[in-house]
Protein backbone atom coordinates (compact mmCIF):
# COMPACT_ATOMS: atom_id res chain seq x y z
CA UNK A 1 0.00 0.00 0.00
CA UNK A 2 1.13 3.41 -0.63
CA UNK A 3 0.40 5.55 2.34
CA UNK A 4 2.10 8.88 0.98
CA UNK A 5 -0.63 9.71 -1.19
CA UNK A 6 -2.89 9.51 1.17
CA UNK A 7 -3.79 12.99 3.71
CA UNK A 8 -2.96 13.44 6.93
CA UNK A 9 -6.52 12.83 8.36
CA UNK A 10 -7.46 10.30 5.90
CA UNK A 11 -4.05 8.50 7.77
CA UNK A 12 -4.88 8.88 11.38
CA UNK A 13 -8.55 7.41 10.74
CA UNK A 14 -7.23 4.44 8.93
CA UNK A 15 -4.49 3.83 11.95
CA UNK A 16 -7.34 3.93 14.08
CA UNK A 17 -9.57 1.72 12.30
CA UNK A 18 -6.60 -0.75 12.29
CA UNK A 19 -5.46 -0.70 15.40
CA UNK A 20 -9.66 -1.38 16.72
CA UNK A 21 -8.99 -4.69 13.97
CA UNK A 22 -5.60 -5.31 15.69
CA UNK A 23 -7.38 -5.28 18.77
CA UNK A 24 -10.24 -7.41 18.23
CA UNK A 25 -7.89 -9.82 16.79
CA UNK A 26 -5.82 -10.14 20.14
CA UNK A 27 -9.10 -10.09 22.08
CA UNK A 28 -11.41 -12.17 19.61
CA UNK A 29 -9.35 -14.90 19.72
CA UNK A 30 -8.76 -15.21 22.97
CA UNK A 31 -10.93 -18.52 24.02
CA UNK A 32 -9.95 -20.23 20.46
CA UNK A 33 -7.32 -20.75 18.00
CA UNK A 34 -7.17 -18.10 14.95
CA UNK A 35 -6.92 -19.64 12.02
CA UNK A 36 -4.97 -16.87 10.22
CA UNK A 37 -2.18 -15.78 12.65
CA UNK A 38 -0.66 -13.51 9.72
CA UNK A 39 -3.44 -10.64 10.22
CA UNK A 40 -1.78 -9.80 13.44
CA UNK A 41 1.44 -9.03 12.07
CA UNK A 42 -0.14 -7.74 8.96
CA UNK A 43 -1.95 -5.52 10.91
CA UNK A 44 1.59 -4.10 13.07
CA UNK A 45 3.12 -3.74 10.05
CA UNK A 46 0.58 -1.55 8.30
CA UNK A 47 0.27 0.81 11.62
CA UNK A 48 3.52 1.22 11.63
CA UNK A 49 3.98 1.76 8.06
CA UNK A 50 1.51 4.60 8.13
CA UNK A 51 2.91 6.26 11.90
CA UNK A 52 6.25 6.19 9.68
CA UNK A 53 5.07 8.48 7.02
CA UNK A 54 3.13 10.33 9.44
CA UNK A 55 6.41 11.02 11.37
CA UNK A 56 8.32 11.75 7.81
CA UNK A 57 5.48 14.14 7.17
CA UNK A 58 5.63 16.27 11.00
CA UNK A 59 9.90 16.27 10.10
CA UNK A 60 9.88 17.56 6.57
CA UNK A 61 7.19 20.42 7.82
CA UNK A 62 9.78 20.98 10.57
CA UNK A 63 12.22 21.72 8.40
CA UNK A 64 10.86 24.07 6.09
Not at 8 to 28: C, P, S, V, W
Request: proline share 0%; aromatic share 4%; hydrophobic share 35%.
Amino acid sequence: MDFSKQSNEDLTHTIAEKREALRAFRFGGAGSRTRNVREGRTLRREVAQMLTELRARELAQKQK
